[in-house]
């Protein structure tokens, strides 16, 4: 079978367990000399650069094991707030194509039959808290951002600085967790 008629029924999916796999083999091999002094060397340009790759789907398992491999070598408070705001920026460009980009398609998306059954059913509660509560636990967590920026973008009530700040805040903290474990470990 030639290389150009294998086809996988869900590639996208095989990537991403690919970059899962990336991810362990970086982290496990962690005391590989060439590999660990090059990411040492990064310093903290390095843990900004894995702060921006962490909030990408197909990225954020390998910028975790980056930060994982960079706690060691690093003030973690310092790296936080460098790593956090590298992630504020990829927020922000999955946020504005979203909410520019997309516009027209959340607008249509509001106007089925089933979302406005699923919106009349919801309770105030949870669209006001629930919501937000879960978008922020996607943002601060290694999970792809683009689901919890989503949520964000579809929320009109929302302004820019007002999604920059949690953004930097919830992705500050998150790599904060992620930098602590990296040192304990």
Known sequence: MAIN??????????LLLLTFVIAYLLFYNRTYGPFYDFVASLSYFGTFISG???VYGF?????????LILAKEQNILLASLVGGLGALIGDL????????SFADEIEKLFEEEIVKYIHSKTPPFIK?????????FIIASPLPDEVGI???????NISLRTF????YLINTIGIFVVLYI???I
């Open 150 to 156: 989503a949520l964000f973008a579809a929320t009109r």
């Open 5 to 14: 008629q294998l086809k996988f029924k869900y590639p996208k999916f095989l």
């Open 93 to 100: 460009i999955i946020f504005s194509t979203i909410r520019h």
């Open 59 to 67: 990225t954020a398992a390998p910028a975790t094991a980056l930060l």
């Open 182 to 184: 990296g040192r304990v």
């Open 128 to 136: 006001k808290y629930f919501i937000p509560a879960a978008a922020i």
């Open 164 to 167: 920059s700040v949690f953004s």
């Open 52 to 54: 921006s790759l962490y």
